[in-house]
């Protein structure tokens, strides 16, 4: 179980992280496609839409691999200075309240993805509800991470003596 | 339960808690502002996806992608060494002539780059390792790039004047024009401490260099340096949006970077490309978060009933600008500055409003103030990337930094209370 989370959560992240270029190149061809077709005098009406949505997926997937990398940006005033077996008690604690947060995330995300499944886009009249899928599929990411590290940080918790980084 | 007060207490009670855990910021704005709909307000939690994807579906924002991605691809296709170079022509024989060449280099870098960190990692990337060579000391040495890194996000562009000019419904074009005032001034008062300490400790300098040298290595930069050019004269004409120029200056980093310098193959566009796309995640998820919380602190009347309170403390211009100058600072001190942003500016506004500064003005206050926060410590981004560089321990870098950091706090004080400073190039270009 825990050899097969460990395996999931790198292999997601490595897809993840070819996404996240592409989307990014993607975005880059879209944009300034709509710049150049626009000092032609003609308009792109989908480009600006697509950039949109391609943005906030490569958001909540991308948050991911700093979830599991636990690069995200975070308040270093108190746990810092705390003995190394608390801190790690600590870690665990944020896991748990990561869950929490990625709990939320998918079950009233999947609401809001299920109500807006007969809206459309305006512009390229995709389902609106796949768009909203992005933050469910990102929270689901980041939860197949956490649970991968909340491994180890018991680990560390459990390990005798101190615990080096 | 649902009395203005009691929803702020949670709010902020809960958010507090969560920073002292250590919980990452975005996901504390998330869970605290759950914690307050399930507790408080009668609002059903479906509105959390709904804000977060609202806030990110933006075009504007766009712009924060692009112009992470227009950095890296400079500093990796090889700019930055350029950069250092034509600094070092220009005023590498002043006295303390590598750390003023660091200072003067950051805020060349500034105009390409819209990210302090990014800022000192480009510059101190090549300025620390020469200056530890040249015995000016580590800690010196990191401190000076870390200082100048700041500069980064002031002079144009600048990813906190977009997010600031997207919460307030600013001109980025304004925002960006009236950054080069403080951010010239941040750079020079750099500069004189650099000066007055190097003359102290006797760093000597190089010897002037000739036209020549001045001349070469200008030709080398000068296509890096046209790069702000197009940014802001295709945003100032009101040719392109701030995300389209943003875009531009990818296109043009990349062609720049592939068939003039060639220092850019397939392997290190990969890499770039990820790596940017994985911090503008970060930055965008901190922006969405936050505006779950701020729609909970709007909906509930906190802002207004904070900048009352503020307001009754003192109606007196001088005294608020200085008290908020006070908070942004002590904020700034423990906190990243869009982070910081996303939570005060919907709060700090309206009180800017009602005591009639500059929407422009304001800006510039506030992201000065918050610029300078990533040099102090405990968190300070750019203090992290130079010490990362320099190979040495935060303790270590916090004495150096302290003339620098009293620099700044004179030039935060020089842009709160001198408007022109900011003002002048907008009234000048009829850019408000």
């Known amino acids: 179980m825990v050899q097969w989370l460990q395996k999931t959560s790198d292999v997601l992240n490595k897809v993840a992280v070819v996404f996240l270029g592409i989307a990014l190149a993607v975005m880059t061809v879209v944009v300034f496609a709509q710049v150049i077709f626009r000092m032609i005098g003609a308009s792109l009406p989908w480009s600006e839409e697509f950039a949109r949505y391609t943005m906030v997926f490569l958001t909540y997937i991308g948050a991911g691999v700093g979830v599991k990398y636990k690069s995200h940006i975070s308040v270093e005033a108190v746990v810092g200075i705390l003995p190394s077996k608390l801190r790690a008690a600590a870690e665990v604690l944020i896991d748990i309240l990561l869950l929490a947060a990625f709990y939320i995330l998918i079950r009233y995300g999947m609401k809001v993805v299920s109500i807006t499944m ?48 | 339960m ?57 075009f504007p924002y766009m712009a924060v992608p692009f112009f992470i991605l227009a950095g890296n691809l400079m500093s990796e296709g090889g700019i930055s060494q350029r950069l250092v170079k034509l600094a070092n022509s220009l005023i590498g024989h002043l006295s303390g002539g590598l750390g003023m060449v660091s200072i003067a280099a950051c805020m060349f870098f500034a105009a390409i780059s ?9 510059i101190g990337g090549i300025m620390i390792p020469e200056m530890v060579q040249r015995k000016y000391g580590r800690s010196f040495s990191a401190a000076i790039n870390a200082a100048g890194g700041t500069i980064g996000v002031i002079i144009p562009p600048s990813i906190p004047f977009v997010t600031y000019g997207v919460l307030t419904g600013t001109s980025i074009t304004s925002l960006f024009i009236a950054g080069f005032g403080p951010g010239i001034l941040m750079g020079l008062a750099l500069m004189i401490v650099v000066a007055f300490i190097s003359r102290k400790k006797g760093y000597r300098e190089d010897k002037r260099a000739g036209f020549k040298d001045i001349a070469i290595s200008f030709k080398e930069s000068i296509l890096a340096m046209l790069m702000p050019v197009i940014i802001l004269g295709g945003i100032y004409s009101g040719y392109f949006t701030a995300t389209e120029a943003a875009v531009i200056a990818v296109v043009y980093a990349l062609f720049i970077g592939i068939f003039v310098y060639k220092n850019l193959n397939m392997k290190k566009l990969i890499k770039i490309f990820a790596d940017s796309a994985v911090s503008t995640a970060g930055v965008l998820l901190l922006i969405a978060a936050a505006s779950v919380f701020g729609w909970i ?35 700034g001190t423990f ?37 300078v926060g990533m040099i102090t410590p405990p968190f300070g981004a750019c203090l992290f990337v130079a010490c990362g560089v320099a ?18 706090v004179i030039v935060i004080l020089l842009v709160t209370f001198i408007e022109p400073i900011s003002m002048f190039l907008p009234r000048l270009l009829g850019a408000l």
């Not at chain 1, 991470?145 to 918790?157: C, E, G, M, Y």
């Not at chain 2, 819209?114 to 480009?122: D, E, F, K, L």
């Not at chain 2, 009352?308 to 002590?330: D, R």
């Open chain 2, 297 to 331: 602190l709007t909906s509930n009347n906190i802002p207004k009933i904070i900048a009352g309170g503020i307001l009754s403390i003192s109606g007196n211009k001088v005294v608020i600008l200085l008290l908020i100058n006070l908070l942004l600072f002590i904020v």
């Open chain 2, 335 to 371: 906190m990243d500055t869009v982070a910081a942003l996303i939570i005060l500016v919907p709060i700090l506004f309206p009180i800017a409003t009602a005591i009639g500064v500059n929407a422009v003005h304001f800006g510039m206050i506030i992201c000065v103030n918050l610029a």
């Open chain 1, 118 to 165: 007969n809206q459309q886009s305006p512009a390229m009249k995709v389902k609106m509800g796949y768009m909203y899928f992005s933050l469910v599929l990102g929270a689901v990411i980041m939860t197949v991470h956490t649970l991968n590290n909340i491994v180890w940080d018991v680990k560390k918790v459990l390990a005798k003596g101190e615990v080096t980084e």
């Open chain 2, 2 to 58: 649902n009395t203005p007060d009691m929803v702020a207490l949670v709010l902020f009670g809960s958010l507090l808690l969560f920073f002292i855990l250590k919980v990452p910021i975005g996901f504390s704005l998330i869970l605290s502002s759950a914690i307050t709909l399930i507790v408080c307000v009668d609002t059903p939690l479906q509105i959390i996806p709904q804000r977060l994807f609202t806030a990110t579906d933006s």
């Open chain 2, 114 to 122: 819209g990210s302090s960190a990014a800022t000192t990692a480009a």
């Open chain 2, 391 to 408: 190979k040495i321990k935060l303790e270590q870098i916090v004495k150096s930094s302290i003339p620098f950091i009293a620099a700044l």
